[in-house]
């Protein structure tokens, strides 16, 4: 079992639409928690980091984290044609060098 | 400013052979990684420099694959005896990094990969 699980999805949504992204994860020495987003043949981008439990809203972006749960989320409102991407989570015990574990990513897709 | 940057972009070889991937971090950016993205396995991290030395190599998959960092900036992974297994995109990302200290995330800004084929 891997240490993150994610939906590889392809998720297609209509354009507007609220988008809810998760991730699951099996180690508690997980401390840092983001979301990157990677558009076609490019590197990944961070969006949003989050420091151990709780929510953290940026814009249309809203990252929640609980941690008794082992459970992340991410957010997108009123979602728009440029938001497709993959969505990949990433976690780091914050003790290893900033080590990324990451998720398998979920493949978003907007229509207009 | 510039970015992390990676050299070829692409790269297809045979099996058997063996190829060289280089990295330019961000400049004064003293942690470098080294991830591979597969279909199917997602994001791996493969290696993680700090400077010039090496404290964490646990993602290497098998001594085919080597890496090195020279003057604290470039870097290049070593895949030796190509296999096929091995195709995939290397991704490449540096970060300042404040070791020793309880420090809050460092962001790792990725470059653009490069794409190896195995044939």
């Known amino acids: 079992q891997k240490e993150v699980e994610q939906d590889p999805g392809p998720l297609s949504v209509p354009e507007g639409a609220i988008v809810s992204l998760n991730c699951t994860y099996s180690?508690?020495?997980?401390?840092?928690f983001m979301w990157y987003r990677q558009y076609s043949r490019k590197g990944p981008e961070l969006l949003m980091y989050?420091?151990?439990?709780g929510n953290k809203e940026d814009g249309r972006f809203t990252a929640q984290v609980d941690k008794s749960s082992k459970y992340i989320s991410l957010f997108i409102r009123d979602s728009q044609p440029s938001d497709s991407a993959t969505y990949l989570c990433?976690?780091?015990?914050?003790?290893?060098?900033?080590?990324?574990?990451f998720g398998q990513g979920t493949e978003l897709s907007v229509k207009p | 400013g510039a970015g992390v940057s990676q050299s070829p972009s692409n790269k297809v070889t045979e099996k058997g052979k063996d190829v060289e991937l280089r990295c330019d971090p961000i400049?004064?950016?003293?942690?470098l990684y080294w991830y591979r993205q597969s279909l199917g396995q997602g994001l791996e991290f493969l290696i993680y420099?700090?400077?010039?030395?090496?404290?964490?190599k646990s993602g290497l998959p098998s001594d085919r694959f080597s890496a090195e960092r020279t003057g604290g900036s470039v870097s290049t992974l070593t895949i030796q005896r190509t296999q096929q297994e091995d195709s995939a995109v290397y991704l490449c990302?540096?970060?300042?990094?404040?070791?020793?200290?309880?420090?809050?995330?460092?962001?790792?800004?990725f470059g653009p990969g490069t794409r190896l084929t195995v044939l």
């Open positions: 990302a540096s970060s300042l990094a404040v070791p020793g200290l309880e420090a809050p995330y460092n962001e790792q800004f």
């Open positions: 180690n508690s020495a997980f401390q840092y």
């Open positions: 989050t420091y151990s439990s």
């Open positions: 990433a976690m780091s015990a914050g003790n290893q060098g900033g080590k990324l574990i």
């Open positions: 400049s004064g950016h003293t942690a």
């Open positions: 420099f700090q400077g010039n030395s090496a404290p964490d």
